[in-house]
């Protein structure tokens, strides 16, 4: 980006110079002149012209791989992560329901339970 700012300024820059000294040494009348330079800061100004527009497609061609590549990159990234929360939870179901079977056991062996007394709810 900063070489074809160069460009463009070594662009203009070179066209002033060029303008100013085609004044000086001008053995034509000043209608040539001024109709050779006007012809001149046309060619110029095309130039800038076609130059940005080359410019600006080349960003907007980058523009949209890195927003191609961005979302590409962020579906892995999600898709890895959805996986990882299903491993998670699939652990996390596991151990509850070994702790459930533990508190069952727990609450079957406990001493002084009595037929007539409604059984203790299981604390999870």
């Given amino acids: 980006m900063a070489n074809t700012g160069n460009t463009l300024l070594a662009l203009i820059t070179g066209a002033a110079i060029g303008a100013g000294i085609g ?3 001008a053995p034509d009348s000043g209608d ?7 012809k001149d800061a046309q060619e ?10 080359e410019t600006s497609s080349n ?6 791989k890195a ?10 990234t999600l898709s890895s992560a959805s ?3 299903d491993d998670i939870l699939a652990a996390m179901e596991t151990k509850l329901e070994d702790l459930r079977k533990q508190n069952a056991k727990l609450q079957k062996d406990k001493p002084g339970k ?7 709810k299981a604390v999870v």
């Fill in 67 to 76: 927003r191609v590549d961005f979302e590409q990159r962020l579906e892995e």
């Fill in 83 to 85: 996986h990882k929360a």
């Fill in 59 to 64: 960003l907007s061609e980058k523009a949209k």
């Fill in 44 to 53: 110029a100004q095309n130039k800038l012209n076609k130059r940005y527009h």
């Fill in 23 to 25: 004044l000086l040494y």
């Fill in 32 to 38: 040539n002149t001024r109709k050779k330079l006007k």
């Fill in 114 to 120: 009595s037929s007539g007394n409604k059984p203790d």
